[in-house]
């Protein structure tokens, strides 16, 4: 395939807004089409880890997200009780993987990466399908209800369900139950005072986490059928499952409204895609490796991908080469500590606190390894030089 001139980029969440900043900035015109009707996101905070820091360095963008974000400090790992577990050394965690691990609004991640972009670059109501996805000797085309659009690159971003890898791997049996939903809420909490903490429980886990602006970042999931939905309130089901928790789960709890709780059933892909492409047209994100939420790494892959995709983007069996063995190495592992993390088994969750506990106990470096090949990737090509990668430098 010869250097791509034109891209369309099918899904304007953050894969699809990076993959264009990328390609833009490699001289590439590049529509991105959105079928909401506006770019702000549904979704609540992000956490983004060292590898997709990096990532964001190679557009440019990766200071300015460390200073729009909040760098997590040490935090810890609790029974609903309150025990501690064990703690995350953030020092040792920045000094390990070349960099802090910063938390975020979505909203904030899409507002930066859509201003790297010309005016007019974003289509939002706009439903796109790819109806060819082209050869080494013909564009791919997109269909919209405006008309159809050639390209030389199509990236599709559309998510979880997405229609693009049904019509490129209609034999893919597609993204499946995870066992388990998740409720978030953003709320202003100005007076909180509490470290990071994530809590394990029996088939249940909640995590609170401060912003930069005041706010309060918090998470829960639990075991349950696929569907099910509170019958009067997310809010009351959350008090029901967590409202005798440790501090500050309670009081965060007392602070939520009912309008302010997302939930959403977990759904990842298993088995993996033969290939993340298929003539002109590349997946990225969730629409190639979706996974449980449990690594973090969710959007963190996705803005890899992005900027992997733009470095081989005159060659897509390359893109494939480099990020299929990676993600669905990430993606496993994201299942099998969703299953740790989500123990129903008494017996199981006394044998696995104590496991933790005592590694804990051993030095952060232990508690740390498992992030080992994960956090401290770096993308292809010179990045831009952050001046800002670790704690103490800003």
Not at 39 to 64: C, K, Q, T
Not at 280 to 293: I, K, N, Q
């Amino acid at each position: 395939m010869t250097q791509p001139k034109r891209a369309v980029v099918i899904g304007g969440g953050i894969g699809g807004l990076t993959a264009a900043a990328a390609l833009h900035q490699r001289g590439l015109e590049v529509t991105v089409l959105e079928r909401a009707p506006s770019l702000e996101p549904v979704g609540a905070a992000i956490s983004l880890a060292p590898n997709s820091l990096r990532a964001l360095d190679v557009i440019g963008l990766g200071d300015e997200i460390r200073d729009l974000a909040a760098w997590q400090g040490d935090g810890v790992l609790c029974t609903p009780s309150g025990r501690r577990l064990s703690r995350t050394d953030a020092a040792a965690a920045a000094e390990r993987f070349g960099g802090p691990l910063v938390l975020l609004h979505r909203a904030t991640l899409v507002t930066s990466l859509a201003a790297c972009l010309p005016p007019g670059t974003v289509r939002t109501g706009v439903t796109a399908t790819v109806a060819d996805p082209g050869s080494v000797d013909r564009p791919a085309r997109v269909s919209t209800p405006g008309g159809d659009l050639d390209a030389d690159l199509v990236v599709a971003a559309d998510g979880i369900h997405s229609a693009v890898r049904k019509t490129l791997f209609p034999d893919h049996p597609g993204a499946v139950y995870s066992g388990f939903t998740t409720w978030r809420v953003v709320i202003p909490l100005p007076d909180a005072r509490f470290a990071s903490h994530e809590t394990w429980g029996r088939g249940r886990l909640w995590g609170s986490h401060p912003l930069k602006d005041g706010r309060v970042y918090a998470y829960a999931a639990a075991t349950a059928p696929a569907g099910q939905r509170a019958l009067d309130d997310e809010r009351a089901e959350l008090l029901r499952l967590y409202g005798d928790w440790h501090h500050p789960v309670p009081a965060i709890l007392a602070a939520v409204r009912s309008e302010d709780v997302l939930r959403h059933d977990v759904h990842h892909l298993a088995p993996a895609l033969p290939a993340f492409h298929r003539g002109r047209v590349a997946l990225v994100g969730d629409a190639a490796h979706a996974m449980p939420p449990m690594l973090g790494q969710g959007g963190n892959q996705a803005i890899e991908d992005a900027i992997v995709l733009a470095h081989h983007r005159a060659d897509l069996a390359a893109y494939t080469a480099d990020r299929l063995p990676r993600t669905t190495a990430v993606a496993r592992k994201s299942v099998r500590i969703a299953r740790l993390n989500l123990l129903r088994n008494r017996a199981g969750i006394a044998v696995r606190d104590a496991l933790i506990a005592g590694v804990s106990k051993a030095g952060p470096a232990l508690l740390l390894r498992g992030f080992d090949g994960i956090a401290d990737w770096r993308p292809p090509g010179p990045p831009y030089a952050s001046v800002v990668s670790h704690p103490g430098t800003r």
